[in-house]
Structure formats: C-alpha cells, structure tokens
C-alpha cells in the first residue's frame, strides 16, 4: 500500500450535520487504517495526492413500510489532486430495519446503515489509492 500517500478528506465545513458527520467518521477510519501518511482536511493547507469526495444522496427512514427500514446511500470520488483526474467512482448502499417504533430505534439502524457503507467505502479507497500509486502498474 502507499504508506507515503497524504490523504485528503473535503472538509465538513458549510455541509449538512449528517454529511458532516460521515466525513468525521471516514476520516477517523482512514486514518486509523494506517494506509496512509496522513489523513486531514482540505482546509488545514496541507499538500495532498488524493483527495475523497464524500457526499450523501439518500439518508432516509422508511416508515410507510412495516418495519421500518433506514436507506444510506453515500457516494465516494477519489481524485488525483496533482493531475486533477477522477481515479475512481462508486455509491454506497446500506440499509438496516428499524427494530423499535422510536427515536432510539431510528437511531440505531441509522448507525447499522452508516457503519455497513463504512465497512466498504474504507477498503476500496485504501485499494483504489494503492493502485494509483506510482510504480503500481
């Protein structure tokens, strides 16, 4: 893997609270993968070869159904940032049954959902930047 890579993450500033926290949460997964020299904001003004863009496209809890169901849906761009080319794209779904008819229960397919999308978006950026590292292929 290139463990001399510095991995950007577009900062949570100005968005939404959940977009926000699934950038917090990303980075935190990254960084702690240890794939990577360094995982921070695009803010913080330091000089980056990747960059993720992270976005939500479906947050939403299903209560027309019987369980209810929460949907997830994050979209993942990873970019060269030197270049300025799209290396990769890909969506994310996840989707978990509400297990009570309250606002915990909510609360906690929101948190199956998100941590399932995690579970994948991680690895294939760790992938799609170890095949993009010079000398890769």
Request: charged letters at 20%; hydrophobic letters at 55%.
């Given at each position: 893997m290139s463990m001399y890579r510095i991995f950007f993450i577009a900062p949570p500033r100005h968005l939404p609270a959940n977009v926000a926290l699934l950038v917090?949460?990303?980075e935190r997964r990254l960084e702690a993968g240890g794939r990577f020299s360094?995982?921070?904001s695009l803010t913080t003004g330091v000089r980056a070869d990747l960059l993720l863009n992270l976005g939500v496209?479906?947050?939403?809890?299903d209560v027309a159904i019987?369980?209810?169901?929460?949907?997830?849906?994050?979209s993942g761009e990873l970019i060269d940032w030197r270049s300025r080319s799209l290396l990769a794209r890909r969506t994310f779904d996840a989707?978990?049954?509400?297990q009570t008819?309250?606002?915990k229960g909510a609360a906690d397919a929101f948190n199956h959902a998100?941590?399932?999308?995690?579970?994948?978006?991680?690895?294939?950026?760790?992938?799609?930047?170890?095949?993009?590292?010079?000398?890769?292929?």
């Open positions: 917090r949460l990303a360094s995982v921070a496209i479906d947050f939403y809890h019987k369980p209810a169901v929460v949907r997830v849906q994050i989707s978990a049954a509400v008819d309250d606002a998100v941590t399932e999308a995690l579970n994948v978006l991680v690895p294939w950026v760790e992938i799609e930047a170890a095949s993009a590292a010079p000398g890769s292929g």
